[in-house]
């Protein structure tokens, strides 16, 4: 039976085929490659479970061709010879695969470190009161991956390697339904440039900021009982507003003073209604503020200057009702959906598009399939995974990682790229660039590094086709990026190829024997 299968094994017929399949899987990675980049392409293909058995093939194609042509003969010493060439290069190639180390430095300028980060996925756990981590490996596979991974009541659901992520209205919580955690969705725009956006008060809404700026213009979404506020007609242009009762009122009103401390800062002490006296700077903090200059967050009342809103661009919004400074004085307008408000800041107009007090906007990844473009990806640069935690889903990003209370204790969910300690340190020392003549692209750079190691340090210099070999790892220039007062940082590529003299070895081989086998062919037909 093995010799029959060793005999199909060995076979023309079997070494086409696995070829082909081989040079088709070859052609759709080039394309898939290119328009999705490489990792994306070592995950679907190259690295697939599939591509690895067809190379396997192709292994067991060249072994057993070879040992069907036992015991040795002469004329086929070259063919021998290329055979084992080519099965020592699978070797070597497996042993890089399996041991092998790739991945990236990042070097900061007199800045030392020790961690190479590799391209492979964690998702980490952080529990803050034991101060313990626990990570998971994420599988390196192209599509979307079910977990099925539990810790401790913590359950890991899905995997998503690319995703987006929509924008979903979801209900409110109804603790806080009713208490003016409204959300809303805006459209602004003028003849030159349009933006849409989406505030949000809910607590809930964790993806989602109540202020946000465009340029000079900055926005400020607040709760919808202080739209009337901002039209009070007072000197001082102060005004208190008790979050408790949604009321809103001025000093004048109240007879309050308003006196100045050296500096020349306002401050006024109001005292809530148990008499319990606080002390309001409004242009230092809407909270009452300690001795020490600290918030007191527990009082209802807050108080607010509109006159620190008068010197640029601002524009208060309230859900349907907006408020904004202008010809010296403040104007509050109703938003209707049917009909855009001209605000007065380069022909800009403002539309309402949803708002909800029931309702708040959550973002849910979505896996698609990345598209890459300038050897960047520009869709699907997103991790995702959904964990539950108390019967509730929850969806972690490598962009945002977010902490949750877990049995009365604070955990950090985060997806992370693995990374592992080296025995020595590095340092940047300097790091040079040459650009093209009259632009601004580089044409060449280089590192110089400080490599400290238990015999103290040592300078090199890294640049392209010079890299640094130290302890079996071989550090490459990779690229570079900007810092601060036109200085740069420097990014190496870490390598670690235990078989490499085997691939090196084996190659030569191929060579040898196919001069070999040339030669013996060359000599029969001269003899023939």
Request: proline residues 6%; aromatic residues 14%.
């Amino acid at each position: 039976m093995w010799k029959k299968l060793e005999t199909t094994l060995g076979s023309l017929k079997f070494a086409v085929i696995v070829i082909g399949l081989f040079t088709v899987a070859m052609i759709v990675g080039t394309f898939v490659e290119s328009y999705q980049g490489t990792e994306f392409a070592n995950r679907l293909i190259y690295k697939s479970p599939f591509f690895m058995l067809i190379q396997f093939g192709m292994f067991l194609s060249i072994y057993c061709a070879a040992t069907l042509r036992l015991p040795p003969q002469k004329r086929l010493y070259g063919f021998y010879v290329i055979h084992a060439g080519l099965i020592i290069i699978f070797m070597g190639s497996f042993i890089t695969w399996y041991a092998g180390i790739d991945g990236n430095i990042t070097l900061y300028p007199n800045s030392p470190t020790k961690r190479i980060t590799l391209n492979e996925d964690e998702f980490k756990m952080s529990f803050h009161g034991q101060g313990k981590i626990v990570t998971f490996a994420l599988p390196a596979n192209a599509l979307s991956t079910s977990l099925n991974e539990e810790y401790k009541g913590i359950k890991l659901l899905n995997y998503f390697p690319y995703s987006t992520s929509d924008e979903v209205w979801v209900e409110t919580n109804k603790e806080l339904k009713g208490k003016g955690y409204t959300s809303s969705e805006y459209f602004i725009s003028n003849p030159n440039v349009s933006q849409g956006f989406t505030l949000s008060l809910n607590p809930e809404a964790t993806e989602y900021r109540p202020n946000t700026s465009m340029g000079p213009l900055k926005v400020y979404y607040l709760h919808n009982s202080l739209a009337d506020c901002f039209s009070l007609k007072n000197k001082s242009g102060l005004f208190f507003w008790n979050s408790k009762t949604n009321v809103c009122f001025t000093p004048e009103s109240k007879k309050l003073e308003i006196k100045t401390v050296k500096s020349k800062k306002r401050f006024v002490v109001y005292k809530d209604e148990n008499g319990k006296p606080f002390v309001y700077f409004p242009e230092v903090s809407p909270w009452p503020l300690t001795a020490d200059l600290q918030s007191v967050q527990q009082s209802n009342v807050r108080i607010f200057s509109k006159q620190t809103f008068e010197k640029s661009p601002t524009l208060f919004l309230f859900g349907k009702k907006l408020a904004y400074f202008t010809d010296e004085q403040w104007e509050v307008e109703e938003i209707d959906f049917k009909k855009p408000v001209d605000l007065p800041w380069m022909g800009f107009e403002l539309s309402l598009v949803k708002h909800s007090e029931d309702t708040y906007p959550e973002r849910f990844p979505r896996y698609i399939t990345p598209i890459q473009k300038n050897n960047e990806l520009i869709r699907g640069n997103q991790r995702a995974v959904s964990i539950k935690v108390a019967d509730k889903t929850y969806w972690v990003t490598d962009k945002k990682p977010i902490t949750l209370l877990v049995d009365e204790q604070k955990v950090t969910f985060e997806i992370v790229k693995r990374s592992i300690t080296l025995p020595f340190e590095f340092n940047l020392d300097r790091f040079k660039m040459n650009k093209d003549p009259g632009t601004n692209n580089p044409a060449s750079y280089e590192s110089f590094v400080n490599l400290f190691t238990k015999d103290g340090p040592e300078k090199h210099h890294i640049f392209m086709n010079n890299p640094l070999k130290h302890r079996g790892f071989t550090f490459y220039q990779a690229s570079y990026f900007p810092l601060e007062n036109e200085t740069y940082g420097s990014v190496l590529s870490a390598n670690v190829d235990q078989g490499r003299p085997l691939k090196y070895f084996g190659s030569l081989l191929l060579v040898l024997g196919s001069m070999w086998h040339f030669h013996l062919r060359k000599r029969k037909v001269k003899k023939a």
